[in-house]
């Protein structure tokens, strides 16, 4: 028998700052994040925590796929995306911010084994972990609040190399008896309300922790469009630092990837 989603659990403990917020489970889907923008583009805009046990077509950063993976018929990962009105005064940095968040509620210590890549990776042992897709849509009835649509993949269980940039990590290499259900519990409460926190007050409350750890900080990296520098950690806005030999440069672009040098 499936392991308990304890859909009502999760709705009853965001309730006191979300409580129109719904949650649903499905078995299979192509992507939460789709499905999340189709209903905002169709005027369905109240808060809601969608979660896939399989998603067929996910998407990350940049158009990659995410696709999630099975253990004897248990979800070998979670998928999920958390879509809500959020009118910020900044949406700079919100990956950021997001990834503390997460990595904060699977791992508390500050000298904790999750490391946080720029701009909405989850890393250990520079291995990927997790990743976050962050979206939004402009709904169609005068509202001057966007639509804000995250969407979530981690690997609880094992994964193949095969085919990814870099090298999975899983949940389970330090937590054997992790399972879907429970790890969604331990998120999604706190990320409610980080997620609101950055609606008031931006980044700047979780700047510092996410310096904390930040992987890429003191390190060589390279972009996909070339530039080579030392990463310098990030702004108060959410933007990369980078010490190239031309200077300091602030990168802030969505369209760009960046990646860790090996060592010399």
């Not at 006191?16 to 192509?30: G, K, M, T």
């Not at 189709?38 to 109240?46: M, T």
């Not at 609606?199 to 390279?222: H, M």
């Given at each position: 028998m499936a392991a308990p989603w304890f859909e009502d659990e999760i709705a009853a403990a965001v309730a006191s700052r979300l409580p129109e917020l719904a949650v649903e489970v499905v078995a299979e889907i192509d992507s939460t994040s789709?499905?999340?923008?189709?209903?905002?583009?169709?005027?369905?805009?109240?808060?809601?925590?969608?979660?896939?046990?399989?998603?067929?077509?996910?998407?990350?950063?940049?158009?990659?796929?995410?696709?999630?993976?099975?253990?004897?018929?248990?979800?070998?990962?979670?998928?999920?995306?958390l879509g809500l009105p959020l009118?910020?005064?900044?949406?700079?940095g919100l990956s950021l911010a997001v990834g503390v968040s997460v990595a904060e509620s699977?791992?508390?210590?500050?000298?904790?084994?999750?490391?946080l890549k720029w701009p909405?990776?989850?890393?250990?042992?520079d291995r990927k972990l997790g990743g976050i897709l962050i979206e939004t849509a402009l709904p169609q009835n005068g509202t001057a609040e966007r639509y804000l649509v995250i969407g979530i993949g981690l690997n609880i269980g094992p994964r193949e190399a095969e085919g990814l940039s870099t090298?999975?990590?899983?949940?389970?290499?330090?937590?054997?008896?992790?399972?879907?259900?429970?790890?969604?519990r331990e998120i999604v409460v706190p990320l409610v309300e980080h997620v609101l926190l950055f609606g008031d007050r931006g980044f700047v409350p979780f700047a510092e922790r996410f310096a904390e750890?930040?992987?890429?900080?003191?390190?060589?990296?390279?972009?996909?469009?070339?530039?080579?520098?030392?990463?310098?950690?990030?702004?108060?806005?959410?933007?990369?630092?980078?010490?190239?030999?031309?200077?300091?440069?602030?990168?802030?672009?969505?369209?760009?990837?960046?990646?860790?040098?090996?060592?010399?």
């Amino acid at each position: 028998m499936a392991a308990p989603w304890f859909e009502d659990e999760i709705a009853a403990a965001v309730a006191s700052r979300l409580p129109e917020l719904a949650v649903e489970v499905v078995a299979e889907i192509d992507s939460t994040s789709s499905e999340l923008m189709r209903r905002a583009r169709d005027g369905r805009c109240a808060p809601v925590l969608l979660v896939a046990e399989r998603q067929t077509a996910g998407r990350g950063r940049m158009g990659r796929p995410w696709q999630s993976a099975q253990d004897r018929g248990e979800p070998a990962s979670l998928t999920f995306s958390l879509g809500l009105p959020l009118m910020p005064r900044d949406w700079s940095g919100l990956s950021l911010a997001v990834g503390v968040s997460v990595a904060e509620s699977l791992d508390p210590s500050k000298a904790g084994r999750i490391s946080l890549k720029w701009p909405n990776d989850l890393w250990v042992d520079d291995r990927k972990l997790g990743g976050i897709l962050i979206e939004t849509a402009l709904p169609q009835n005068g509202t001057a609040e966007r639509y804000l649509v995250i969407g979530i993949g981690l690997n609880i269980g094992p994964r193949e190399a095969e085919g990814l940039s870099t090298a999975p990590a899983w949940i389970q290499q330090w937590r054997p008896s992790a399972s879907a259900p429970e790890l969604l519990r331990e998120i999604v409460v706190p990320l409610v309300e980080h997620v609101l926190l950055f609606g008031d007050r931006g980044f700047v409350p979780f700047a510092e922790r996410f310096a904390e750890r930040d992987i890429l900080r003191g390190r060589e990296v390279q972009l996909s469009d070339g530039t080579v520098g030392r990463c310098e950690g990030v702004g108060w806005g959410g933007e990369l630092l980078l010490q190239t030999a031309s200077g300091m440069k602030t990168i802030t672009s969505a369209e760009v990837s960046v990646r860790p040098r090996p060592a010399q």
